[in-house]
């Protein structure tokens, strides 16, 4: 059956509707929300992007992260969630998995019998890759791996784990290049830690852990490319993730324009509602704006990656959709911040309360200036960009 935009939309919305209670009980008692798995299953939303050969919706780009930004206005512990399993999850399987490793965790991943997550950040490597120390020996038809991946969303939950590491005589060879594998967390070696809810800032509903790899097993056919391409994947698979994250800071934005129309509607202050005071319509105006630019940076870059994707193998379209993914999350990211802020303000002394949307909003997307790419490698990206390859503020 061909991908269907209206019933994906439709689903997305039912999805957000039943989420949104249960995600209010438990930011409010700082638990992780053990209902998304089960709602995202019951409204086929796990396998949103994964080929329709392989038990998802094959949905386009455009589709996907519009429904990431529906799912954003429910919270970014929420969408975090979908990002970690589709976005940086799902996306390099499918793209660089072998046959075999695309049967084996695809169709799980889309019926919700597998979660995904993608482990690239270390404890000392964060925005240089180039500095993990996760190293892999090769023994027979397997890949034995050594190291600890740390901040990994999804890291506590997922069945199955993205890895990136360096060969082990990278020691005596500094040009020895990383490469990527689909690790199984269920086995001997493997150990985790989630952080606990009250050591983060926010998102307190989502599962974030660190990881210890002791000569943990990866069959041959769980390699993602070829070995030695191992930064080409994760740089590839980042376009995906910094467009996600994008996408459901424009969700956080649309729910604090929401939340504070509805407010200064309804406050009054000095004889009339406060949305009748001009500086508080300099917050919507300023919020509706963050709005308005966030959704056009989101889909232009999403039809580019659909482009890309089209035609893969045109290096000037991965450039352009690269680009465009890097400008939306740096954009969306600041915008959202922006606007929570906004909306906080407008709320006043009940904005300080995470009783209420926008302050949760406010303490959760600041991380999205973070991960994914800070704030600082994208402006380095995006000011290459312009300048010319060769100006490049680190080779």
């Known amino acids: 059956m061909p991908f269907d935009a209206a ?4 689903d997305t919305e039912a999805f957000c509707q039943e989420i949104r209670p249960e995600e209010e009980v438990c930011y409010a008692e700082r638990r992780p929300n053990p209902h998304v798995v089960p709602l995202a299953k019951k409204h086929n939303l796990l396998g949103m992007n994964i080929h329709p050969d392989y038990g998802g919706r094959g949905a386009d780009n455009v589709s996907y992260f519009r429904a990431l930004a529906r799912i954003g206005r429910e919270g970014t512990a929420v969408r975090t969630f979908f990002s970690g399993h589709l976005s940086i999850g799902a996306y390099p399987i499918q793209t660089w998995g072998s046959e075999a490793a695309k049967k084996k965790y695809l169709p799980a991943a889309a019926q919700g019998e597998k979660i995904l997550a993608f482990g690239l950040t270390e404890p000392d490597a964060g925005s240089n890759p180039r500095e993990m120390t996760t190293t892999y020996t090769k023994k027979g038809d397997r890949y034995i791996l050594n190291g600890v991946k740390y901040l990994i969303s999804n890291g506590g939950i997922a069945d199955a784990v993205i890895v990136f590491g360096y060969p082990a005589e990278r020691l005596h060879d500094p040009n020895k290049r990383m490469s990527a594998f689909i690790l199984d967390t269920h086995q001997k070696g493997f150990e985790k830690e989630s952080f606990a809810p009250e050591a983060k800032m926010g998102m307190p509903t989502s599962n974030t852990a660190m990881f210890e ?9 769980n390699l993602l490319a070829t070995e030695g391409e191992g930064f080409r994947v ?3 698979t980042l376009v995906s993730g910094r ?30 509602e406060i949305a009748r005071h001009q500086l508080v319509q300099e917050h919507i105006a300023m919020i509706e704006m963050d709005r ?21 193998g045109d ?9 465009l993914a890097a400008q939306a999350k740096f ?19 009940k904005g300080w309360s995470t009783l209420y949307r926008p302050a949760r909003h406010l303490m959760d997307v600041r991380v999205c ?14 000011a290459s960009s312009v300048l010319g390859k060769e100006w490049e503020a680190f080779k």
Request: glycine content about 6%.
């Open 213 to 221: 790899m002791h000569d943990c097993e990866v069959p041959e056919e």
């Open 292 to 312: 308005v630019a966030s959704e056009a940076l989101v889909v232009r870059a999403a039809e580019m990656k659909d482009r890309a994707e089209a035609k893969r």
């Open 369 to 382: 200036r973070i991960y994914e790419g800070t704030d600082e490698i994208l402006k380095l990206k995006i």
């Open 243 to 272: 467009l996600s994250v994008a996408a459901g800071c424009l969700g956080v934005i649309e729910d604090c324009l929401a939340e504070a129309i509805a407010y200064a509607k309804l406050r009054r202050q000095h004889g009339k």
């Open 331 to 349: 954009f969306a990211t600041n915008a959202a911040w922006d606007a929570a802020d906004r909306a906080v303000q407008i709320f006043g002394g």
């Open 7 to 10: 019933q994906l939309a439709q």
């Open 234 to 236: 994760a740089m590839g």
């Open 315 to 323: 290096p000037e379209l991965a450039r352009q959709a690269d680009i």
